[in-house]
């Protein structure tokens, strides 16, 4: 008799709810620990990550946790006025740089591209883009799409994790183990 071997679907989603905002740090965490490990394995590699939700949906907090959880250890700055804060860091010896955009303020979809911002999606680390919207297209497609909404206090988060590319069910998938 044939034995069956238990497949194992890769993981595209993940829902929360957070109670405290010490559950969504500890996400955060969690998803740092997981982009560490896919970019390490794959030396030079990139994601695009997207933070979406309504004005004071947790956002810029979700990655100032996931930043500071990579081991940037200085403050993380909200990129609302700059568009973008560069974070460069060192994981097992690999240099990346994560690049945190805020589209919020911008006025035209190309004023990111006019400023010189699209170089940054093609070096080794992580494009995290709060508002993509705002860019009507004009960004490079992302591996990640992570929503968020305020729930009943400030505290409290509806966090979902959608896994886009390959890539980004990878890294989905580190999570899961």
Known sequence: MAQRQAIQTPLTAIDL???QEADTASLAKQLAASFEHFLTKQPGSHLNISLEGDLGAGKTTF???LIQAMGHEGKVKSPTYTLCEPYPLQLKGQDITV???DLYRMRDPLEWQEAGFAEHFDVP???LIEWPEKAEGTLPGFDIQIQLAAVANENERAI???AI???GKMVLQE???
């Open 17 to 19: 709810y957070c109670r």
């Open 63 to 65: 990655a100032r946790y």
């Open 99 to 101: 690049h945190h955009f």
């Open 125 to 127: 680390g992580i494009c």
């Open 160 to 162: 979902k994790i959608n």
């Open 165 to 167: 590319t390959e890539s």
């Open 175 to 177: 999570i899961r183990q």
